[in-house]
């Protein structure tokens, strides 16, 4: 699942200002390639492992012209796609952060569990854990990943301390019950490790993206989720879940 070439990555893009994932102002990297096809994403351009190649110097040498703009919160997103597909890469790159005084979130699905990405866990300060899906059914069919993987990664968080920020697309007609929320809290209530828990709209912004690459849209017929309808959500998921900040 490693970058052949372990000195280089292959990006995608970048966000200069990124402020939603993670604490503060923050240089957002998405890595190319992902083994999941979540009918949500909105991102379907970072799936395939294609974009600017580039070494773990040239990367710093990007994110120091924006150290100034991190002050105390901010730093490094490793967002994609999933990074954890180009773990020897990171083993490279987050030293080098840390050496620059720059904090690192990871921004992951967990769907990649091995003995590399146990120590990219232990290097980073913050993980942002996508959690697709409330059951494996669900999972698979939806996201062609697994519930039981995103629980052993979340899990693996827990025994290292790591502070973590669940987050999920809420789907009209896929998740967005009452019961829905309801088996999300039972999932993650006995996680000390989770201090937030984001629910997100869905949203169709991203449809232009498919059809300019050619991709079949799962969701083409889904209107976006209403914003009051969010606030439900999110209501219940605040009366359900103690102890933990909801977004």
């Known amino acids: 699942m490693n970058n052949v070439n372990k000195s280089t990555a292959i990006i995608s893009s970048y ?19 992902c083994p999941l096809r979540c009918v949500c994403c909105h991102n379907p351009e970072t799936w395939e492992r294609k974009g600017e190649e580039i070494s773990a110097e040239d990367l710093l040498k990007k994110v120091l012209r924006y150290k100034p703009y991190f002050k105390n ?4 997103t490793l967002s994609g796609g999933e990074p954890l597909m180009q773990t020897s890469f990171l083993l490279n790159f ?34 942002l854990l996508d959690m697709k899906q409330n059951t494996e059914e669900k999972y698979k069919k939806y996201a062609r990943g697994s519930l ?22 809420m789907i009209p007609n896929i998740n ?18 989770v201090k937030k828990y984001d629910l997100l709209a869905f949203h169709t912004m991203g449809f232009s993206k498919y059809e300019k690459l050619g991709i079949e849209n799962p969701l083409l017929n ?17 009366a359900n879940l103690q102890n933990v900040i909801v977004q």
């Open 15 to 33: 966000e200069s200002f990124a402020t939603l994932d993670g604490t503060g102002i923050r240089f957002e990297i998405f890595f190319a390639g």
């Open 73 to 76: 919160k901010g730093g490094v």
């Open 94 to 127: 987050i030293p080098l952060l840390k050496q620059n005084g720059i904090s690192v979130a990871l921004d992951t699905s967990g769907c990649v569990i091995n003995h590399d990405v146990l120590k990219v866990i232990e290097m980073c300060d913050l993980i």
């Open 148 to 169: 039981e993987q995103t629980l052993k990664f979340l899990s693996v968080c827990e025994e290292k301390n790591k502070d973590v920020w669940i987050r999920t697309v």
């Open 176 to 193: 967005n019950t009452k019961e829905d929320v309801i088996k999300f809290v039972e999932i993650v209530k006995n996680f000390k490790c």
């Open 222 to 238: 889904t209107k976006d989720l209403k914003i009051e309808e969010l606030k439900k959500l999110k209501n219940i998921l605040k």
